[in-house]
């Protein structure tokens, strides 16, 4: 990066970055080859230009943990200076990931295992809303608050590995505080960034659970996941718990290994939804292949398959719009539907959750009851600019795997990218240019 030369705000002192800052920087076509780099450039690996633009230098030795850092903003903002950019940053990492939802034998607690964080806890416990579905444990008063001990986090490496000091923090218990809720929607709403701005990270304590009953699941000797995706596992799993959220994975990167993975780690009934039938083949194949599950503890439910799993746990894979759907179903799908509703799952897997309208996941997610979400896809972009509702909805993106890491890696095909132009006829182009179409000319 000593060579840049690119129609960019000159950011070589101290003065042009205040100017960048007010938007007052002159725009040049700027040679920086002369700039002297500080002393400790080598621990700064990100180049922010006024532009929002950000340049991730790949050969340094935090590169791993800059990316990470970038994937986990990414998509989130719409920052058009370098001053929204900062803004930003300091807003976004002030409040997130300080309160958790943590649902531990079947019952909803708001925690946190930061001692400074506990005025925010009394806080959100004295709020208008969240007070009326506080649940107090002490008949005889007291400040309602639990204390209790948690993992600490695993965070995994470069390659999702752990080394032996990484073990030995993550076996430290830390304290943590909270208090009981009910309904937990209402309170994830309440915290939302446009709201209470808490966002908060949900975990299932599945080891705990003890009401839902056990799936005798393994993966198979032949599924061994690959680097990237035991670290995708890593960023779900990383203390001991199930974290909902969604994991990014280009085409062909193994996003169902890591479905059935994560599956076989809760070992509670799964509820796997696809987007139309054949992919559901594809899905109850995929569990075939991976895990230890037997062909009964598997079923399929769609409008030409209709199968239920022999025991107390299994796996369904069904369509989105077979159970959002909302009109007359024979006998046999509606008692299979009433069967989804009254189980509770112990992993909600969706799969293309890029492509699924939101109004249907709020009504698949309000009809099944279940304890984590992980969402998977090869690309986080939607059409209907509603990520942020795949946010509330089903949890943070956890992982992005870069693809251009992958195929240097071997793991995936190279890409070859070509443009192709379509001719439009007059009636046509006049259509495709006006304003209530222009939400088309982004697909």
């Known amino acids: 990066m000593n060579n840049i030369q690119n129609e ?54 935090l590169y791993k943990q800059a990316y990470d850092f970038l994937i986990a903003i990414a998509g989130q903002s719409q920052c058009t200076t370098f001053n929204d950019m900062i803004d930003f940053i300091n807003a976004s990492t002030a409040n997130y990931g300080k309160i958790k ?35 107090y444990s002490d008949p005889y008063g007291g400040d309602g608050f639990t204390i209790g001990k948690t993992s600490g986090e695993l965070e995994a490496g470069p390659w999702g590995l752990l080394n032996a000091a990484e073990l030995a923090a993550a076996a430290q218990e830390k304290e943590t505080h909270s208090f009981e809720i009910d309904p937990a929607q209402i309170v994830k709403q309440r915290c939302l960034p446009s709201e209470l701005n808490y966002p908060m990270l949900e975990e299932y304590d ?39 959220g969604i994991i990014v994975l280009p085409c062909g990167a193994g996003k169902s290994l890591v479905g059935v993975s994560a599956a076989a780690r809760i070992k509670k009934s799964c509820l796997c939804l696809a987007t139309n039938a054949v992919s559901v083949d594809q899905w109850a194949f995929q ?124 793991f995936i095909a190279n890409v070859q990218c070509a443009e192709v132009w379509c001719p439009m006829t007059k009636e046509f182009f006049a259509e495709y240019l006006k304003k209530e179409n222009f939400k088309k000319k982004q697909v």
């Open 101 to 135: 939802l943590v649902l531990k034998k079947n019952r909803y607690f708001i925690e946190s295992p930061f001692p400074e964080v506990m005025p925010v806890l009394k806080k959100l416990g004295n709020d208008g809303l969240i007070s009326k579905a506080r649940l």
């Open 206 to 244: 599945f080891r705990n659970d003890n009401v839902n009953p056990d799936l005798d699941m393994e993966l198979k000797p032949h599924a061994q996941p690959r680097p990237y995706q035991e670290k995708s596992l890593s960023k779900m799993f990383g203390n001991g718990r199930a974290r909902s």
């Open 287 to 410: 569990f075939k292949l991976w895990s230890t599950l037997r062909d009964d503890q598997i079923c399929r439910f769609t409008s030409d398959s209709k199968e239920r799993f022999r025991g107390n746990a299994g796996v369904v894979v069904t369509t989105y719009n077979m159970v959002a759907f909302g009109g007359k179903r024979s006998e046999e799908s509606e008692k299979i539907i009433e069967e989804m509703r009254n189980r509770e799952w112990g992993l909600l897997l969706m799969d293309g959750v890029h492509v699924v309208p939101a109004q249907m996941f709020r009504k698949v997610i309000g009809i099944t009851k279940s304890h984590c979400k992980l969402g998977l896809t090869a690309t986080l972009v939607r059409e209907d600019e509603k990520i942020t509702d795949l946010n509330f909805l089903i949890g943070p993106k956890l992982y992005e795997a870069n693809w251009l890491d992958l195929v240097k890696g071997g």
């Open 8 to 61: 960019e705000y000159y950011m070589g002192d101290d003065d042009a970055y205040e100017d960048s800052r007010d938007g007052e920087g002159e725009k040049m076509n700027t040679d920086f080859t002369k700039l002297e780099l500080k002393p400790d450039h080598v621990n700064r690996p990100l180049w922010a230009c006024a532009d929002g633009r950000i340049f991730l230098e790949t050969y340094s030795p």
